[in-house]
């Protein structure tokens, strides 16, 4: 079965700070992989998406993420973090008529 | 803003009653998804729609229900509510079904049972 697994709960980083939230995902074909922010009190917003071609996809508000199979990998990164990304982000697998999130990662960003 | 309107926001209510929660789809979205959001489970999927049957469902109480209508709006509802049912419950939709479908959320309902 199809899982995800996000293996930082929370990360502080400085404001200018590069950053990389980390995904694994199980799946046994191709996967289809997402990204979403959730800011507090808000729904999830879909920071971007893979389903096959360029391992390196790019997304809204400067983030990207690289897809590697090799390590079942699909980490987040942002060059230079801004305090307006504090919130909650979730990878997220396709599976059959859902996705299944992971358990999120909690991003503080410090002035 | 996704498109996808929940309604209402926050809900309050005791142990015991039954709730509706209502969610509107982005326009021309046909499959819609329901998801409890707690912080002990997570995301967890509860039951997907697609242009008013039931596709896919799961981890969804026997106490839950829901439905979508022919205007592919959709209502979950929970009853016989119990402490533990408290969590923020989102909706979303798609264009269509399948695992490369984004999925769009709305802002989500906070229920709170006393």
């Known amino acids: 079965a199809q899982s995800v697994t996000q293996p930082d709960i929370h990360i502080t980083v400085s404001e200018g700070a590069s950053l990389e939230l980390r995904c694994n995902y199980s799946?046994?074909?191709?996967?289809?992989l997402f990204w979403y922010v959730q800011s507090p009190g808000q729904g999830l917003q879909l920071l971007l998406k893979y389903f096959s071609g360029d391992t390196l996809v790019q997304g809204i508000k400067g983030f990207e993420a690289e897809f590697k199979r090799s390590q079942s990998s699909f980490n987040l990164r942002k060059p230079s973090v801004h305090w307006s990304d504090a919130a909650e982000y979730f990878c997220?697998?396709?599976?059959?008529?859902?996705?299944?999130f992971g358990t999120g990662t909690l991003l503080a960003v410090q002035p | 803003d996704s498109g996808v309107t929940q309604t209402p926001k926050h809900l309050i209510t005791a142990t015991g009653q039954r709730v509706t929660l209502r969610c509107s789809p982005r326009?021309?979205?046909?499959?819609v998804y329901w998801y409890q959001q707690s912080l002990d489970q997570g995301l967890q999927f509860l039951i997907q729609y697609y242009n008013g049957e039931e596709r896919a469902k799961g981890n969804i109480l026997e106490r839950f229900s829901a439905q979508q209508f022919p205007d592919l709006h959709s209502e979950l509802n929970l009853s016989s509510l119990e402490l533990g049912d408290s969590a923020l419950y989102f909706c979303?939709?798609?264009?269509?079904?399948?695992?490369?479908?984004?999925?769009?959320f709305g802002n989500g309902t906070r229920l709170t049972v006393t």
């Open positions: 979303a939709s798609s264009a269509r079904q399948g695992e490369n479908s984004p999925l769009h």
């Open positions: 997220a697998v396709g599976a059959t008529n859902k996705l299944i």
């Open positions: 799946y046994g074909a191709t996967p289809y």
């Open positions: 326009s021309g979205d046909l499959s």
